[in-house]
């Protein structure tokens, strides 16, 4: 059966080749987490810089000999253009203002911005039984204080990047849905869930909401995430 990491792992590849394919000098990968696409662009040869707002996150990059910095997504350190490529993979949705951070991102790149959203195929039950199961999820992060919204659709990566009719004639745009329908155990969910769980009253709400969950992912199923990318393509590079 497919594990997250699985999932996770064929998702990061599909995004790296398409990044690759536009055979990019360098690369600002906001959002570098682990370090997964900053080690491909390692061994394709292509200089790529990670920036992350953790500076433990930063550290870790750094040890293991990878270009990072301290920077917020919204608030880059980096001249107009000053790199031919800017990736950001599954980040929107974790920003504050998710369309000050994508602007920012256009800005510092030079040909172009590809960015990636999870995103899930609503016409077929069992994602969305896995969409009503992730929106539980970060609702017991959002309720811990933590910065986990919605994903954003294609149309509203681009609404909050502002490529909008006045600016279409200079941005050449691609988007991709993208999505492997494998099965993803109700014991795995269950398992995810159970911290969230001891923590509530037993008359929370989020209890009653999480049955529900259970309910609909046993009548329609459960399969794993997959996620859409924007390639935005400045016209004059």
Known sequence: MTTASDNASYLRVRFAARLLSARPESVLDVGAGEGHLLATLRS????????????????????????????EAADLPFDDG??????????????????????????????????????????????????????????????????????????????????????????????????RLRRRSTEDLVLAATPHLVELGPDDPAREEWNAVLEQVAECGLSWNGSVAVALEKSSA
């Open 82 to 179: 000053a790199f031919d490529w800017v990736a950001m993979r599954h980040v929107p949705h974790h920003l504050p203002d998710p369309g000050a951070g994508l602007r920012e991102a256009l800005r510092v790149a030079r040909r172009g911005l590809l960015v990636a959203e999870p995103w899930y195929d609503v016409d077929l039950p069992s994602q969305r039984a896995a969409l009503a199961a992730e929106r539980w999820f970060k609702g017991r992060d959002r309720a811990a204080g933590m910065v986990h919204g919605e994903n954003l659709s294609a149309a509203e990566l681009l609404e909050a990047v502002g490529a909008d009719a006045e600016a279409a004639d200079a941005l050449d745009c691609e988007v991709t849905h993208l999505v």
């Open 44 to 71: 394709a040869g292509i200089a790529g810089t990670g920036c992350e707002a953790s500076k433990e996150r930063v550290a870790a990059l750094v040890a293991d000999g990878f270009v990072a910095l301290e920077a």
